[in-house]
């Protein structure tokens, strides 16, 4: 037989297409090509196969060889490819039994000496090919990583002779085991002192799923309240974790799948660009906002980032997927994380604080805010404004507040409540199940659309103040809003509005 064909997964944004790697054997001179859109490092394949295959002291056939990456028109790019085509090459030329390649896939790059290296983007690979209804051989390193796809039998394999010895009947692979789940007490709530309305603010956010802006002065606290937020958040759910370690999985920063349940917390620089937040690059990649998926997102400095930068937050922000286009190809990231920023209320950071000490002009004030649209703050729920805290309030002899495991209890009991009755957070209603789902009293509609008018807040504000004040409501057990639930959700919104139009 001079053709083989063996099964292999190639890696499009979060998905793992299937290829089928055809390898022929024909008459004329000794050569190998590799067709199908490879890209520089799989072409350089041929020169690792040839070596790895001599040093597994097999015979690389002096015939000429053409390798296709079925289908042609899907960019293949990696040392992924290695394995799958030292294996065509040995059934294709009778040195391995090809009926034992039919319902098994194989990932892995080749070193000189015939040893697997690991590759990134296996849990997305295991995945589909548990999809497919066919077994899968990695790289010894990527066996706790790939086992996360319980429902695919996953086999690890240190050398190409390995995987030809399983292949031939004569040895049996080890199973992928999974590495042991480590779950680290993150930071506590109870450490930050003071701060009552931030602490409630933050409560309400992770209870359903709402993005959060932090003003205040240097110091008062935004930050240490901004890293807490993962500790107040549901533990996410096994779908959940499996998509959010698939991302990382591709992202080339590598995955720790002993800690794959915890929600990711990213909190980059102010200096990053655009397309770090968003995500891009040739070959694309998952930027921060994909990479913070069904986790938390701080931007700290918020008025500092690049413009550019904060401004492709705003699609994400409302459907939740990121699609990076390039010239050669396009892929789709989710991208439903929960944003919170923070920043200061004037340049010297100091504006309104009773020391007096703010030398900022109104116009350098309102410069400073203006770095961050008008847009993309309607896109943020909840608006909090943060004082510094008096000296007998910090330290030791400060009284500490709630622990996350106590707020994080009334979290979880309101966030059952909102699955129960749409399926998701209150903060991915759309119009149409929040005016459904949020219905006010005739006195309460009223209060609202008066606070609508008189901060000249846009439709969107409006939809979003009623989530929040679903959210309260659940908070409180309540089966329906009631007035101070609205006006706590108004009073969330209002405070940048007021101190803008104060400058």
Not at 44 to 58: H, L, P, S, T, W
Request: glycine share 10%; net charge positive; with cysteine.
């Amino acid at each position: 037989m001079n053709l083989a064909i063996v099964h292999s997964r190639a890696r499009t944004g979060i998905r793992a297409p299937e290829v089928r790697v055809e390898v022929h054997l024909g008459g004329g001179l000794p050569a190998m090509n590799i067709v199908g859109l490879p890209e520089a490092a799989v072409r350089e394949a041929k020169d690792r196969v040839r070596a790895a295959i001599a040093c597994a002291q097999f015979e690389f056939p002096q015939r000429r060889i053409t390798v296709n990456l079925a289908p042609a028109d899907l960019p293949k790019d990696g040392g992924r490819f290695d394995l799958p085509i030292a294996l065509g090459i040995l059934a294709a030329s009778g040195q391995v039994p090809l009926e034992a390649l039919r319902d098994v896939e194989f990932l892995g790059e080749l070193a000189l000496t015939g040893e697997l290296r690991a590759v990134d983007g296996v849990l997305p690979a295991a995945l589909s090919a548990g999809d497919a209804g066919r077994r899968l051989v990695v790289p010894e390193a990527n066996g706790a990583e790939a086992a996360l796809a319980s429902r695919v039998e996953v086999r690890t394999a240190r050398t190409l002779l390995q995987v030809c010895a399983m292949l031939a009947g004569r040895e049996t692979l080890p199973t992928a085991v999974a590495a042991p789940v480590v779950r680290t007490a993150g930071p506590d709530l109870s450490d930050v002192r003071g701060q009552l309305q931030a602490r409630r603010a933050l409560e309400v956010a992770a209870a359903g799923g709402h993005h959060l802006l932090l003003v205040g002065p240097p110091g008062c606290g935004k930050t240490l309240l901004a890293s807490r937020l993962p500790g107040l958040l549901p533990e996410a759910s096994e779908a959940e974790a499996l998509e959010s370690a698939a991302i990382a999985s591709i992202s080339g920063r590598g995955l720790d799948p002993s800690r794959w349940l915890e929600r990711p917390f990213r909190a980059p620089h102010h200096t990053a660009s655009a397309v770090a937040l968003i995500g891009g690059g040739a070959q694309p990649r998952p930027g921060e906002v994909s990479l913070a998926h069904n986790g938390v997102l701080f931007l700290d400095e918020f008025p500092e980032w690049q413009r550019q930068a904060l401004e492709v937050l705003r699609e994400p922000l409302e459907s939740g997927v990121v699609t990076v286009s390039r010239a050669a190809r396009s892929a789709e990231f989710p991208a439903r994380f929960q944003l919170v920023a923070a920043m200061n209320p004037c340049p010297c950071g100091w504006a309104g604080d009773p020391s007096g000490r703010c030398r900022c002009s109104g116009d350098a004030i309102q410069r400073y805010r203006a770095k961050v649209s008008g847009p993309l703050l309607d896109r943020i729920d909840l608006h909090v404004g943060l004082t510094r805290l008096p000296a007998s309030e910090l330290g030791a002899n400060g009284r500490a507040g709630e622990s996350s495991a106590a707020v994080r209890a009334r979290v979880e009991r309101a966030r059952a409540l909102q699955l129960a009755r749409c399926g998701k957070p209150n903060a991915r209603m759309t119009p149409g199940e929040t005016f459904a789902m949020c219905r006010l009293q005739p006195n309460d509609q009223a209060l609202l659309e008066r606070a609508v008018e008189r901060l000249q807040l846009s439709a969107r504000s409006m939809t979003r103040i009623l989530r929040v004040a679903r959210t309260i409501a659940d908070l409180a057990g309540s089966d329906g809003i009631d007035t101070p639930h609205l006006a706590e959700a108004l009073a969330y919104r209002g405070v940048e509005q007021a101190r803008t139009q104060a400058a």
